[in-house]
Every structure is written in structure tokens, then in C-alpha cells.
């Protein structure tokens, strides 16, 4: 069975994640990472700004689903 995808909100820094490449999350200190990464536990299923939120700090909605490393 698939693993399901995972929604992250993160701060917009300017990095946009590919669908289908490979990444890590990283959480610490309350907060969320995403980091590019091509031994990532994770794999892009989408990324786009997250206009739905209103704030000072615009966010980045990253879609994640975990990649399923079993023969």
C-alpha cells in the first residue's frame, strides 16, 4: 500500500521543490524543514505557495509522501 502524502507549511525562502524529487524533513526547536536531498527518506508530490494563509511570512505548501525503500 502507498504511504499517504504528508502536507508541510513552511516559510517561502525562495526554494522550490521538484515533484518526484528526493528530500528529508527535518523537525527542531518547533519548526519544520524540508531540505533537497537525494538519500531523503521522502519524495515531492507537489509544492506551491500557500495563498491560503494571510500572515507577515508567506509559506510554501510542500507535499511529501515517504518512499518505500522495501525489495
Known amino acids: 500500500m502507498?504511504?499517504?502524502?504528508?502536507?508541510h507549511h513552511i516559510p517561502d525562502e525562495g526554494v522550490r521543490?521538484?515533484?518526484g524529487a528526493p528530500g528529508s524533513?527535518?523537525?527542531?526547536?518547533?519548526?519544520?524543514?524540508?531540505?533537497?536531498?537525494?538519500?531523503?527518506?521522502?519524495?515531492?508530490?507537489g509544492c506551491r505557495p500557500a495563498t491560503e494563509y494571510a500572515g507577515?511570512?508567506?509559506?510554501l505548501r510542500v507535499d511529501l509522501r515517504?518512499?518505500?525503500r522495501q525489495p
Not at 2 to 7: D, E, F, R, V, Y
Open 17 to 19: 521543490f521538484a515533484p
Open 56 to 59: 507577515d511570512t508567506p509559506l
Open 25 to 45: 524533513v527535518i523537525h527542531a526547536a518547533g519548526a519544520v524543514q524540508v531540505l533537497k536531498d537525494p538519500a531523503g527518506d521522502y519524495e515531492v508530490m
Open 66 to 68: 515517504r518512499i518505500d
Open 2 to 7: 502507498p504511504a499517504k502524502p504528508s502536507t
